[in-house]
């Protein structure tokens, strides 16, 4: 069993930068493959970032491409998000996920654990 915990949420002006945390316990998260979602209020979860076990592969949603960065220690058993030029409308609960087998990346049933989440709120 995995159990995941993100960080680094908070609350910080359009244009500004947050860089989130994902740490597992209970099992190394370098042997898993790990996405971020997330779900702005009235809306459902949505894909935001993939990155493959050992870091080759990686995708982004179309609305974060160019402005977030997936990344991964696996010695430290933590997975990164850096979000920069944040927008009002990346204001969500950010989620960690992960898996042992993912064949659609943006398939949330896909990933076998979750984290709690962590709040992210752009203002304007």
């Known amino acids: 069993q995995v159990q995941l915990v993100e960080s680094g949420g908070g609350l910080v002006q359009a244009g500004g930068s947050l860089r989130l945390s994902c740490a597992a316990s209970g099992r190394t998260l370098g042997n898993l493959h790990t996405g971020w979602f997330r779900q702005a209020p009235g809306k459902e979860r949505e894909f935001v970032s993939f990155?493959?076990?050992?870091?080759?592969?990686?995708y982004y949603a179309d609305s974060v491409k160019g402005r977030f960065t997936i990344s991964r220690d696996n010695a430290r058993n933590t997975v990164y998000l850096q979000m920069s030029s944040l927008k009002p409308e990346d204001t969500a609960v950010y989620y960690c996920?992960?898996?042992?087998?993912?064949?659609?990346?943006?398939?949330?049933?896909?990933?076998?654990?979750w984290g709690q989440g962590t709040q992210v709120t752009v203002s304007s």
């Open positions: 990155i493959s076990w050992k870091g080759g592969n990686i």
């Open positions: 996920s992960a898996g042992n087998i993912i064949v659609d990346v943006h398939k949330e049933d896909e990933y076998d654990y």
